[in-house]
């Protein structure tokens, strides 16, 4: 037979072969296991690019690439790089929305119940840090103090007090025990008897605010105001 030419056919060196699996690897390694299935697509299509690539060779060797083939094989896995780097980046940004998002919320129960607790005395809480009770002032200890901070309540503004401390310095000295020796009167107001300060409370004997409620509940029925009741004590030493 006369001889015939044929044309050689061009091979990738098998370095491209190699460097590609370890492209391939390396990308497997490095991007997530939920991230890859863009890049698996990319390797699937330079797979079939290098595939019709050796079809069109006819049946030579699978290795027998030619050289176009092997620079699309090269592209895809270039594009699996970039593919890994938008993920990479795409995951950074969730985080931070993530974090952007949790400086939203309010804080947790059991830190508000903290700062409550810091705020309020404990016997004013429940187990759940809620307030049960509300703490009033407390009440002046001193008899005139307190004689004066209840004039209100007896529709009296404050210029009466000059009148009822004068009225009870000459009757007691403001002394809750007090007791006249002679007729028995007892207490701040000298009530007489004594035993009628017990319609204000069964403490009246030492409880200066009992005796000082009695004694302004009978200024009032008896003399109108404590200027009133001053006056008459005036001109009759006793009231």
């Given amino acids: 037979m006369p001889e015939t030419h044929v044309t050689p056919r061009h091979k990738a060196p098998r370095s491209v072969t190699r460097s590609a699996s370890r492209l391939a690897v390396k990308a497997a390694a490095v991007v997530p296991a939920p991230r890859l ?3 698996l697509a990319l390797m699937g299509a330079a797979g079939i690019a290098v595939n019709a690539g050796v079809a069109v060779q006819g049946n030579a060797d699978a290795t027998d690439i030619g050289p176009a083939t092997a620079d699309l094989a090269v592209s895809s896995l270039e ?3 970039t593919a890994r780097l938008a993920a990479r980046g795409t995951e ?13 919320r309010p804080a947790l129960p059991i830190h508000q119940r903290a700062t409550k607790a810091a705020s309020l005395p404990l016997d004013h809480q429940e187990l759940d840090g809620a307030m049960t009770e509300r ?9 005139r103090a307190l ?5 209100p309540a007896y529709g009296w503004s404050s210029s ?9 310095v000459s009757e007691s000295d403001w002394d ?3 007791i006249n020796p002679t007729s028995g009167a007892y207490g701040i107001p000298q009530s007489l008897p004594a035993e ?4 204000t409370g069964s403490d009246w004997r030492t409880n200066p605010a009992t005796q000082i409620a009695w004694g302004l509940g009978y200024i009032r029925d008896s003399y109108g105001t404590p200027c009133g009741a001053w006056s008459f004590k005036q001109g009759n030493n006793w009231y």
């Fill in 147 to 151: 004689a004066q901070s209840m004039l």
């Fill in 196 to 199: 009628k300060m017990a319609t």
């Fill in 160 to 168: 009466e007090f000059s009148c009822l401390d004068q009225l009870w």
């Fill in 92 to 104: 950074v940004q969730s985080e931070a929305r993530r974090l952007s998002r949790s400086d939203d």
């Fill in 79 to 81: 594009a699996i790089d």
């Fill in 176 to 178: 809750p025990t007090a």
């Fill in 135 to 143: 703490v009033e002032p407390p009440q002046p200890t001193d008899p």
């Fill in 37 to 39: 299935t863009g890049a």
